[in-house]
């Protein structure tokens, strides 16, 4: 199974970038969870090219904004392992002080 495939792209596709996807995770482990991955397939953090890098910090601000005024996160953690999906990417969770609800759940 591919990574993309894994991840559930496209029907967790939250926004399209040029050089990346930005995905609802699956599974929340807390929430507003989500899956950054470059769309060309890299599978070194060298390979990525300059554009992307510019992006990149474009799509942090936007992520941190938004989940910041719907959730109101304490902190963020973004994980790069890619010890079983190739690609590059990052798993963005959101850790929160206390308990969230969200639709009353």
């Known amino acids: 199974m591919s990574t993309f495939a894994k991840f559930k792209f496209p029907e967790l596709l939250i926004k399209e970038y040029e050089n990346w996807y930005l995905l609802l995770r699956f599974e929340q482990p807390t929430l507003g969870s989500l899956i950054l991955i470059t769309k060309h397939g890299e599978t070194q953090y060298s390979e990525i090219n300059e554009a992307a890098f510019i992006e ?20 963020l953690n973004y994980l790069m392992l890619m010890m079983v999906d190739p690609e590059v ?17």
């Open 56 to 75: 990149f910090s474009k799509i942090v601000k936007e992520i941190e904004s938004v989940l910041k005024s719907k959730f109101k996160y304490q902190k």
């Open 89 to 105: 990417h990052y798993h963005i969770i959101p850790r929160y002080s206390e308990g969230v609800l969200f639709h009353n759940v």
